[in-house]
């Protein structure tokens, strides 16, 4: 019904900078939060940011002030501007979507994509 495609995963070295797109299709009326999460090996999924219709940003403290959150309502698409990437940064990103309002049903969903992987080399 709903599918979030990411893009822009790779391979940097340290310093270096990535943008991550997340393109949500389907069905879809309207998203209340886009956000990006990630995953390292052997360890949990933690929040990376994520941000509301409205713009209202919200950060992990570890990527305060490096990574940038922004979105563009009319494509449904969440982009994750990435600067000076550390060796700690390398993970698998997945693309989340929060209270999506769809136009088939009166319920709102939450959609998850299937991840880019993000390697950082020291």
């Known amino acids: 019904q709903v599918q979030l495609v990411e893009s822009g995963g790779g391979l940097v070295q340290a310093g270096g900078s990535l943008r991550l797109s997340c393109a949500a299709s389907?069905?879809?009326?309207?998203?209340?939060?886009m956000g990006w999460y990630r995953q390292a090996p052997g360890k949990q999924r933690e929040l990376v940011a994520t941000?509301?219709?409205?713009?209202?940003?919200n950060y992990a403290d570890s990527v305060k002030g490096r990574f940038t959150i922004s979105r563009d309502n009319a494509k449904n698409t969440v982009y994750l501007q990435m600067n000076s990437l550390k060796p700690e940064d390398t993970a698998v990103y997945y693309c989340?979507?929060?209270?999506?309002?769809?136009?088939?049903?009166?319920?709102?969903?939450?959609?998850w994509g299937k991840g880019t992987q993000v390697t950082v080399s020291s």
């Open positions: 941000i509301t219709s409205g713009g209202s940003t």
């Open positions: 989340n979507a929060y209270g999506v309002v769809v136009t088939t049903t009166p319920a709102t969903y939450d959609y």
């Open positions: 389907g069905s879809i009326f309207s998203i209340n939060v």
